[in-house]
């Protein structure tokens, strides 16, 4: 069974560039969700995706968004890069967008804005 | 709305010491709690979890009950290793609605020979 896979490892960026983020799900699952985790601090809620379609969202602009593919992968885009978008971006995998199903995490892109 | 705190850290322990690592959260209805350990360089892994009040998870010797009465998740164990040092994060999942997880900031844990 292979686990979340996301890419690249790290990424460097100009500020007002944009970045795209990529993630496979785990084997099976078809829901992703996105998470930014700032150094020093727990990771914050940006989407989720669930068959195709954004289902949930937490308090981020709409520089921030996102896509899932047919196979269940998905993208995240951010437009306009600021130096606080810098972060570990987490992707995680889960069997539904319901209940307390288990959410896998994949190793995280980590962006560095300058 | 819903949130999670966390005692602050960095926790630096002796091996074989105890440890507790406090979680209280805030949440309507019948949360769900987890606790997710994120070692040096890597993604999150989930260690332990409760769905219902007074359940205790448990998991390579860590434990932690669900207090509903008390709103807390403490992490517990009894005899730490070195290779447990790690950043421990505090979770919870609100009833109903998808699955997002809210998390606490998170607690790192030294522990020495």
């Known amino acids: 069974e292979t686990g979340v896979t996301q890419s690249p490892t790290h990424l460097i960026k100009t500020r007002g560039q944009q970045v795209t983020l990529r993630c496979s799900s785990q084997?099976?699952?078809?829901?992703v969700s996105w998470y930014q985790q700032a150094l020093g601090q727990g990771p914050q809620f940006i989407f989720q995706?669930?068959?195709?379609?954004?289902?949930g969202r937490g308090n981020f602009p709409p520089r921030f968004s996102g896509l899932q593919f047919p196979n269940y992968s998905s993208e995240l885009n951010v437009n306009a890069l600021e130096l606080d978008d810098s972060a570990l971006y987490l992707c995680?995998?889960?069997?539904?967008?319901?209940?307390?199903?288990?959410?896998?995490f994949g190793p995280g892109t980590r962006l560095t804005v300058t | 709305g819903n949130s999670v705190t966390q005692m602050e850290g960095p926790v630096t322990l002796s091996e074989e010491a105890f440890l507790t690592i406090n979680c209280t959260y805030t949440a309507t209805g019948y949360p769900s709690l987890f606790w997710y350990v994120q070692y040096p360089g890597e993604g999150l892994q989930l260690l332990l979890k409760a769905t219902k009040a007074d359940d205790k998870g448990s998991n390579k010797g860590f434990e932690a009950t669900y207090r509903k009465e008390t709103t807390s998740f403490h992490l517990e164990k009894g005899s730490v290793q070195v290779s447990d040092s790690a950043v421990y994060f505090c979770a919870l999942k609100g009833t109903g609605g998808y699955n997002k997880l809210i998390f606490g900031a998170g607690t790192r844990l030294a522990v020495h020979p």
């Open positions: 995706y669930y068959r195709e379609e954004e289902n």
């Open positions: 084997s099976g699952h078809n829901t």
């Open positions: 995680a995998s889960s069997g539904s967008s319901g209940g307390a199903y288990e959410q896998y």
